[in-house]
């Protein structure tokens, strides 16, 4: 079968598809009522606080422990940190653009 009939046929078999979807679809209202034992809005709200709630409190012996005091840093603890420093001689750098070129 040439490529243009099968393009064609292609083509005829997905139009009558989309026109048969659109002719036999059902249209029924989607926003009707959910009819009894349906879940509103507000349940829906009540169910996402209880649940922020519950995941609110601490669970777990992590819980149980009392809060560390907050204590002063100490000397000791700190490291010093050092002050700008001075660049290096300009002949270091000559003696690496040397070596850099020797590869």
Same mark, same amino acid.
């Given at each position: @079968?040439?490529?243009?009939? %099968? $393009?064609?046929? /292609?083509? /005829?078999? @997905? =139009?009558?598809?989309m026109t =048969? @979807?659109? $002719?036999?679809?059902?249209r029924l209202p989607q926003h009707t009522g959910a009819g009894e034992g349906a879940t509103n809005v507000w349940q829906l709200i009540e169910h996402v606080? $209880?649940? $922020? %709630?519950?995941?609110a409190t601490p669970t777990g012996k992590h819980h149980l422990r009392e809060p560390r005091e907050p204590t002063e840093p100490s000397a000791v603890d700190t490291i010093?940190?050092?002050?700008?420093?001075?660049p290096p001689p300009l002949e270091l750098h000559?003696?690496? =653009?040397?070596?850099l070129q020797r590869l």
């Open positions: @079968m040439p490529p243009l009939w %099968t $393009a064609l046929s /292609c083509m /005829c078999s @997905m =139009l009558l598809g =048969l @979807m659109y $002719a036999y679809r059902k606080e $209880a649940e $922020a %709630t519950r995941n010093p940190i050092p002050g700008p420093q001075a000559h003696r690496v =653009l040397e070596a």
